[in-house]
C-alpha cells in the first residue's frame, strides 16, 4: 500500500482566518514533504520532515507554519493568507534505502479570499 | 546541479495512436529518473522509475519508458492511448546525494477521440 491521505480536499478561507491542513501516512516513511503547487506548475517544495525533525525550509513565509507531531502525521498551519497563496498543497512521503521514492497525496485546494 | 527539460508543453494525440513524451536531464553520474501522471486537480501518482540495470522500465497503466545514457533522455512511450490518459505528465529527476527530486515543467497530454 503507497496510501498518502491528505484532509480537507477543499478550504476557502479569509486572509484573517487560521487554518490547518492534515497529512498522514501509515507506510512506515520516516521523510515526509509539504509542496505548493499553481496551475499547469511543477511542484515547489516547501517544507521536508525526516525522522520527524525539519530538515529543509525552502525560505517559505511564516504565515505557513509546519508541524510533524509524529512519524505518520504532518500539518501545515495556516494563518493570515494572502490570495497568491491559493494553490493545491501537497503532501508526500518517501520510502528509504537505496530505491527511495516519493509518494504523493491528492492535495487540498486551497483558496484564499 | 541536477536539471530536467521537458520540451513539449502540450501533445495532441488520438485515442488509439502511440505517444511518446521527451524528458531530457542535465546531470553529470548517473540519476534516478521518474515519471509522475497527475489528473486535474489530483496528486502525482508514480507511473515508473529508473535507478540501474535495465534501461527499458514497465510502470503501470500500460506505460514504459527508456533511458539513454548518450542522449540524457528518459522518454515516456504508451504503444496505444486511451481518453483517460488525459492529464499533467511530469518528468523528475535526483541524485544518489540528494532527496529533493528537481521536476521538469510537466507536458500536457490531450487525447481526441
Known amino acids: 500500500d503507497t496510501e498518502v491521505t491528505q484532509t480537507p480536499k477543499h478550504l476557502v478561507m479569509g486572509m484573517t482566518n487560521k487554518k490547518s491542513l492534515k497529512c498522514e501516512q501509515h507506510m512506515g516513511h520516516r521523510a515526509m514533504y509539504w509542496y505548493k503547487q499553481k496551475a499547469k506548475k511543477p511542484p515547489e517544495l516547501m517544507f521536508v520532515?525526516?525522522?520527524?525533525?525539519?530538515?529543509i525550509n525552502e525560505s517559505v513565509p511564516s504565515r505557513f507554519s509546519p508541524e510533524c507531531p509524529n512519524s505518520s502525521l504532518l500539518n501545515l498551519h495556516l494563518h493570515a493568507l494572502q490570495p497568491e497563496d491559493s494553490a493545491l498543497y501537497l503532501c508526500a512521503s518517501r520510502t528509504t534505502g537505496s530505491s527511495d521514492t516519493q509518494y504523493f497525496g491528492p492535495g487540498t485546494r486551497l483558496t484564499v479570499l | 546541479a541536477q536539471s530536467v527539460t521537458q520540451p513539449d508543453i502540450h501533445i495532441t494525440v488520438s485515442e488509439g495512436a502511440s505517444l511518446e513524451l521527451r524528458c531530457n536531464y542535465s546531470?553529470?553520474?548517473?540519476?534516478?529518473l521518474f515519471w509522475y501522471v497527475q489528473s486535474p486537480g489530483q496528486g502525482l501518482q508514480l507511473l515508473l522509475k529508473y535507478f540501474s540495470g535495465d534501461t527499458l522500465v514497465q510502470g503501470i497503466k500500460g506505460f514504459e519508458a527508456e533511458f539513454k545514457r548518450s542522449q540524457s533522455s528518459f522518454n515516456l512511450r504508451k504503444p496505444s492511448v486511451h481518453w483517460s490518459d488525459a492529464a499533467e505528465y511530469f518528468c523528475?529527476?535526483?541524485?544518489?546525494?540528494?532527496?529533493?527530486?528537481?521536476f521538469g515543467r510537466g507536458t500536457s497530454l490531450i487525447v481526441h477521440p
Open positions: 523528475a529527476v535526483r541524485t544518489g546525494g540528494s532527496y529533493i527530486p528537481t
Open positions: 546531470y553529470g553520474a548517473t540519476p534516478y
Open positions: 520532515y525526516s525522522y520527524e525533525k525539519l530538515s
